[in-house]
């Protein structure tokens, strides 16, 4: 886990918000496609390393949406921390119901997240 967790705070520099956000989601379902059963018993394990671990990957995600939030490209009416949750479960339903369909559930969530248009924005 401490690769995802470190892919995570790697974005969180390097790249705009809303992509990094994109782009981890991106790699965070292919690694949990790959490792469900992993995640699956990593989700459930309260060992201190794996729950500092898992604090560590929510404060990374966390900083993304705030950034996206801040940046205007995330809607901003939803708190953080619902945020991530949401997009937390919404990403592990993903990983067990994919049949090859990740890319698109992953541009439907992030359409999800973009502020709603204004009627000026017309």
Known sequence: ???????????????KPERALRTFLAELMDFQSAYHGISD????????????????LESAVREMIVGAQRAGTIRA???PDILTDLIGQTVFAITRSDGGLADAYLTV??????????????
């Not at 886990?1 to 790249?15: H, N, S, Y």
């Not at 018993?41 to 560590?56: F, I, K, Y």
């Open 77 to 79: 009416d939803l708190e």
């Open 109 to 122: 969530l992030m359409d999800g997240l973009r502020p709603a248009k204004t009627e000026h924005d017309h």
């Open 1 to 15: 886990m401490r690769p995802v967790v470190d892919r995570a705070k790697e974005l969180t520099r390097e790249a």
């Open 41 to 56: 018993e990593l989700r459930g394990l309260a060992v201190p390393a794996t729950t500092e671990l898992r604090a560590e």
